[in-house]
């Protein structure tokens, strides 16, 4: 009994079986003439005792595989560790949440927050503007003024409670799961690369047999073609008694050249891509450079500085149809299917990206909902997206561009490339706009963005905030239509639903 006591007592697992391993004497072996052990009630009761221990053991050792990860209830509060996962893909890239907080404050202390005030209208026409670097440094608190807010809907009271008591373990779990979600985008976006590559590569082999083959038909016709003129003139000076003449046998055409076939990609890994493959360089080439080249190619791959790619964003990877306008860099601009592509792995599913059109300006179809058992949702559900943003775009615009060079990791900057440049261009172009009309057009784009990625699902259907007409509304409208006289040609009154 004195060991049930110290089962019920003890509540870690291990200790007991330590204490009840060592407390409890070997079992009395029988003497020379016995075959098998003498076993008494003691010994029943105490090995009843381990296998129990053995089992609470088991039953409260975690899965080995790692693979498995514990589910949050529904309805209950995502740990800080799991709400850092959305801080890169909506919140901010490569500033840590230190570095924003004091963004953000700046900001505020500048009194940069606030509207404008009818004063400033009065203000000297002849004073002049800020400098170019103080506009940049009040663009730069103001994407940390922004991340803030976009960290509000990450976790509710932010601020105030990384302020409170346990505030710097909170941001360090925070930046935990930032960086586990910064790992694990960079392999989805490696892969997904990787087979729309091989998808390149494919059609480009498919391309070369058929020409190829086609070449090797020629040169056959061509051939026989040679081969019956000099059968018929040897025919005829067979039948020519006068002189006896040789008549040589013509040249052959030329074979067919031999056939060059592209290797595919490791889907997997980034290794064979990057400026020295023509495919992946070209991608990331910008359009103000001339990629088809071939001296400036080589200046490009060699590193020369007066071909230096790493000086503008506009890498035609991120344009339609790989296609720049050099009167118009922002027509198609981020409007790609390498870009869409990354983005659907990244914030709906790998299996959203599949089957899917090069023809960017066909909507996708809808989803049907499957009968399958599982209730995952993906990543834009999760982290409370039901419309692209401009920071996410961002996000996925440096995980294409990683994903196409031969980086072996999450970088900062490779090759003299900075993505903290190209993420704060990215952004900038819809949250800095430079006139009415570029805000416009970023506005429409982000639209265009929606439409192709959010069309048809669980979270389009759940922004549209559509609230079912009440019995009661039903039953005002029937009496409206019939106390009132309406043509029965006139539309029937619509219903407020507010």
Request: hydrophobic share 30%; glycine share 4%; aromatic share 6%.
């Amino acid at each position: 009994m004195a060991y049930k006591a110290l089962l019920l007592e003890n509540e870690s697992v291990l200790p007991i079986m330590i204490t009840v391993t060592a407390t409890i004497p070997s079992p009395i072996r029988s003497s020379a003439r016995h075959s098998s052990p003498i076993v008494d009630d003691h010994d029943t009761e105490v090995n009843d005792l381990r296998r129990q221990v053995l089992a609470l053991t088991n039953a409260k050792k975690p899965s080995e595989d790692g693979k498995k990860r514990k589910r949050v209830p529904k309805g209950s509060e995502p740990t800080p560790l799991q709400q850092g996962r959305a801080i890169p893909r909506r919140v901010t890239v490569f500033d840590d949440l230190h570095t924003i907080q004091s963004q953000y404050d700046a900001y505020r202390r500048n009194g940069f927050h606030k509207p404008p005030n009818d004063d400033d209208d009065d203000i000297d026409e002849l004073e002049e503007g800020p400098s170019e670097e103080e506009r940049a440094e009040k663009r730069n608190m103001e994407r940390g003024y922004t991340a803030i807010k976009e960290m509000e809907h990450v976790m509710p009271n932010f601020i105030k409670r990384v302020g409170e008591e346990g505030g710097q373990a909170l941001i360090l779990e925070l930046e935990r799961g930032a960086d586990s979600a910064k790992t694990h985008d960079t392999q989805a976006a490696t892969k997904i690369i990787g087979q729309e590559l091989n998808r390149r590569v494919r059609r480009v082999n498919e391309a070369r047999i058929k020409e190829h083959e086609e070449e090797i038909r020629r040169v056959q016709t061509e051939t026989e073609a040679v081969l019956k003129e000099h059968a018929a003139q040897r025919e005829n000076s067979s039948t020519d008694h006068s002189h006896d003449t040789v008549i040589p046998l013509p040249l052959p055409p030329l074979p067919a050249p031999p056939l060059v076939l592209l290797p595919e990609f490791d889907e997997g890994s980034r290794n064979n891509r990057g400026l020295e493959n023509d495919m992946t360089g070209g991608l990331l080439c910008p359009g103000e450079i001339d990629w088809k080249d071939h001296i400036t190619r080589t200046a490009v791959q060699r590193m020369d500085p007066e071909y230096d790619f790493a000086s503008s964003a506009h890498s035609l990877c991120f344009y339609k149809d790989e296609k720049f306008d050099l009167d118009d860099p922002d027509n198609g601009f981020l409007q790609s299917h390498w870009l869409l592509q990354t983005y659907r792995t990244i914030f709906t599913s790998p299996s959203s990206a599949k089957g899917q059109s090069d023809d960017v300006e066909n909507l996708p179809p809808s989803k049907k909902r499957t009968t399958s058992n599982s209730h995952r949702a993906h990543v834009a559900n999760i982290i409370h997206m039901t419309e692209v943003t401009p920071r996410s775009i961002a996000y996925a615009a440096v995980h294409l561009h990683i994903a196409l060079t031969d980086a072996s990791h999450w970088t900062h900057s490779y090759n003299g490339y900075n993505y903290q440049d190209l993420w704060n261009f990215v952004v900038d172009f819809f949250e800095d706009p430079i006139d009415e009309e570029a805000e416009k057009q970023g506005k429409k784009l982000l639209k265009w963005w929606t439409d192709r990625i959010f069309t048809g699902t669980g979270s389009a259907a759940n922004s549209r905030g559509t609230k079912m007409v009440s019995r009661r509304q039903v039953v005002v409208k029937k009496q409206t239509i019939s106390s009132s006289p309406v043509s029965p040609l006139s539309p029937a009154p619509l219903l407020s639903t507010a």
